[in-house]
């Protein structure tokens, strides 16, 4: 219960901060709009960017806080989204005026922003930004899609967004609002590796991946994602001309930071119930609200606050808030014609089944393996845990706390698959151990973890 409410607070404080900045990048981007006569598309990617820029933030700095290093400087994060989302913008225009070219751009810029993981973290850092000036081209409507005249405005909002998003996290940090990383990595001083640590003595996901290139996680994520969304494009332009954003969209949300095939397949039968939930709500909600309804913004922010915030809960409510948030975005618009309401659950369905083929049948990666992986990473964080204890090495408790409940973090993301397959099994009556009972009982030591580390700390 204890756990419950402290994850519950840090859910709420990071929702709220994360709508401060997405909120502070809507009147400025709003502003910069009605200044300079621009269209609402480029105040749609502000807020986009901003939210999801706002989350990668917080994963990095969490990991960065475990790991013990430093994230990168501020101006240096500024100054890269700016010219990604100059080349997004262009890639905008060409899949309006020359679809063809402009949706293989658009799905080998998302591919390489996930194969350059492969290259380490900081490589992993740059492609993810990359691909957040992609995404808010993807969720903004046709009818709203910035011009060539208006290209060099999206740099602008990707300012916007990163300044936002940057400050108040900062801000957030020192005001001990949210845990602060300068903190963690003074604690992690006395975990710093040794010049002459031999390479098999460090973890698995700190090595490259033994075998042929085609071997790397990274690789296999990016030929998935490229198939997949390649196949979305085609289909969706063919078979749903009028709604082929959302069978990409869907796609891309199933198929993004897969954790395994069977990750997959339990993600889509969530962004399925979540989005169709989400859809028929919203299109529910504006059937009777006029187009350019102040109502209908209330009720995006709304629905983003209270999507972000039940995130941690089930992966259902966040593709229900998504798919509530672009229906009520298309319905800003116009587009809300009741008639399109079987379409576009046609066309996530379709979206789906794509992601979970080119996920199953392409370079495929099992969920147990990943699980595996960060399982043994979890138990050695653990191990040297308990080792500084003995050792009374104060400062490295911290630290290897840090690293064991980054670990189990991400065990957190596989543990709804493992907890599916182990439900599976049991109902087809096949006895056999299941990951999902030694996920649940490594997830059962962080209160114990938590008052260990809290009893050095006081002795």
Request: with cysteine; aromatic share 6%.
């Amino acid at each position: 219960m204890i756990a419950f409410a402290a994850a519950l607070r840090a859910g709420l404080l990071t929702t709220a901060v994360t709508m401060a900045a997405v909120l502070a990048s809507f009147g400025s981007a709003l502003g910069v709009e009605r200044a300079a006569h621009l269209n609402l598309g480029v105040v749609i990617q502000a807020v986009v960017l901003a939210l999801t820029l706002a989350r990668v933030e917080r994963n990095r700095a969490t990991r960065a806080a475990a790991a013990g290093r430093a994230r990168a400087p501020m101006a240096l994060r500024l100054a890269l989204l700016p010219v990604v989302a100059v080349a997004a913008s262009e890639v905008g225009r060409l899949m309006i005026e020359h679809p063809n070219v402009g949706d293989v751009l658009f799905v080998l810029g998302i591919s390489a922003g996930i194969w350059v993981r492969r290259f380490g973290p900081a490589a992993s850092r740059l492609g993810t930004l990359a691909t957040l000036p992609f995404i808010a081209l993807l969720i903004t409507p046709a009818v709203a899609a910035p011009s060539g005249s208006t290209r060099w405005w999206s740099a602008l909002m990707a300012v916007i967004a990163s300044f936002w998003v940057l400050t108040l996290h900062a801000l957030a940090e020192r005001l001990r609002l949210l845990p602060s990383t300068a903190a963690a990595l003074g604690a992690t001083a006395a975990q710093a590796e040794p010049a002459g640590t031999p390479a098999s003595a460090r973890p698995a996901s700190a090595r490259p991946a033994a075998g042929g290139w085609w071997r790397s996680p990274s690789t296999r994520m990016a030929a998935q994602m490229a198939v997949g969304l390649g196949a979305a494009f085609l289909v969706g332009r063919l078979a749903f001309p009028d709604h082929w954003p959302w069978l990409v969209v869907t796609a891309y949300i199933v198929a993004a930071g897969n954790r395994g095939r069977g990750d997959v397949a339990v993600k889509s039968v969530a962004r399925l119930v979540g989005g169709a939930v989400g859809t028929v709500a919203a299109t529910a909600a504006i059937a009777t609200a006029p187009a350019h309804s102040a109502r209908t913004v209330v009720a995006i922010f709304v629905v983003l606050a209270v999507a972000q915030c039940l995130r941690t809960v089930h992966y259902a409510f966040w593709a229900a808030g998504v798919t509530s948030v672009l229906a009520l975005l298309y319905g800003y618009f116009g587009l809300t014609a009741g008639h399109m309401l079987a379409e576009r659950l046609a066309a996530m369905a379709v979206g789906s089944v794509l992601a979970v083929a080119a996920a199953w049948l392409v370079l495929p990666v099992r969920s147990r393996d990943f699980a595996r992986s960060r399982l043994a990473r979890a138990l050695a964080a653990l191990t040297d845990l308990l080792l500084a204890v003995a050792r009374a090495e104060t400062g490295a408790v911290a630290a290897h706390r840090a690293a064991f409940l980054d670990a189990v973090g991400e065990l957190e993301l596989i543990a709804g698959t493992l907890a599916a397959r182990r439900l599976v099994s049991r109902a087809a009556r096949r006895p056999a151990p299941c990951l999902a009972d030694a996920v649940e009982a490594v997830r059962g030591c962080r209160e114990a973890v938590d008052a260990l580390a809290l009893a050095v700390a006081d002795a």
